[in-house]
């Protein structure tokens, strides 16, 4: 393998998994999984950030079989999972979402919710639907009666808006003490301020000692902006949404073409170069 002159030394390797780490039908390449091992046995932190919440990203887990540092839902939760500890959570405290479902209804009547919980997601009729893996439960009819423990995101979808429509009228209706996001799925995910995948891995790179300029990020759509904008290197993958290519710079191959690998296999040999010399 020749070595690009351009490529930087990382210490983490921070990826989104739909449509960038997985393929477009949802599954995980060899030579992907084998990249991101061969980066981990190389000293890189390989941290998967998902806007998944963890409930739903137990086939990932279990086909990638890397139980450190995860990032679940948008930034809401960091958990190391060989050692099954929260390292950080950020909630949304329960008279916030319910202001938000209040607000939203007053400017879009139609508009339908669900509600990530710590252990499980309240929802209406309609969000089961539009999810690859249908959360516990049956729908109920008014999410305002589903909040129950700790909330990590409030979820907006509708059966006629388009989803860039739809974000632009959740931003409109919402405080600015939230940070609403869309992830290539028909809803619209809202989450407690300040709270982004870039503010979890930010966080996790103090605890880590890791600079961000040492972080090479991954990602395809909305919600992976302000990671990208906040990794020392950042790259879109081919199939990504227009902002995520502007916000990476560096666009690469498809998450079906490999891409991910293609990168990470150059960073680690890059690595461990730089290492011997």
């Known amino acids: ?108 009547p139609d508009a339908k919710f669900a509600i990530e919980l710590e252990h499980g997601v309240s929802h209406e009729p309609g969000f089961i639907e539009r999810v690859p893996v249908a959360p516990y439960g049956p729908p109920i009819a008014d999410v305002l009666d589903g909040m129950r423990g700790r909330i990590q995101k409030v979820l907006v979808f509708h059966d006629e808006l388009g989803i860039d429509e739809l974000f632009q009228a959740t931003d409109a209706a919402i405080e600015d003490d939230v940070v609403p996001c869309y992830t290539g799925l028909e809803f619209i995910e809202i989450a407690a ?39 020392g290197r950042a790259y879109a993958m081919g199939n990504a949404s227009e902002d995520a290519k502007v916000a990476a710079g560096n666009v690469i191959e498809t998450s079906d073409d490999d891409g991910l690998a293609i990168i990470v296999e150059q960073l680690t040999a890059h690595r461990l170069a730089n290492h011997r010399s």
């Open 1 to 108: 393998m020749t070595l690009r002159p351009d490529l930087p030394v990382v210490d983490m390797i921070a990826t989104d998994i739909d449509g960038t780490m997985l393929r477009s039908d949802g599954t995980l390449s060899m030579r992907v999984k084998e990249a991101l091992h061969h980066a981990h046995a190389a000293g890189i932190h390989v941290v998967p950030s998902t806007g998944r919440p963890l409930l739903v990203a137990d086939d990932v887990i279990q086909a990638l079989d890397l139980d450190n540092y995860w990032v679940f839902a948008n930034g809401a939760i960091t958990k190391h999972l060989e050692r099954d500890e929260v390292v950080r959570a950020y909630w949304m405290d329960p008279s916030v979402a319910q202001g938000i479902v209040v607000d939203i209804r007053a400017a879009m």
């Open 193 to 231: 301020r300040l709270t982004t995948k870039a503010t979890a891995l930010d966080a996790l790179c103090m605890d880590l000692g890791v600079a961000p300029s040492a972080v090479a990020a991954f990602g395809d759509n909305h919600n992976d902006v302000a990671m990208l904008e906040w990794a």
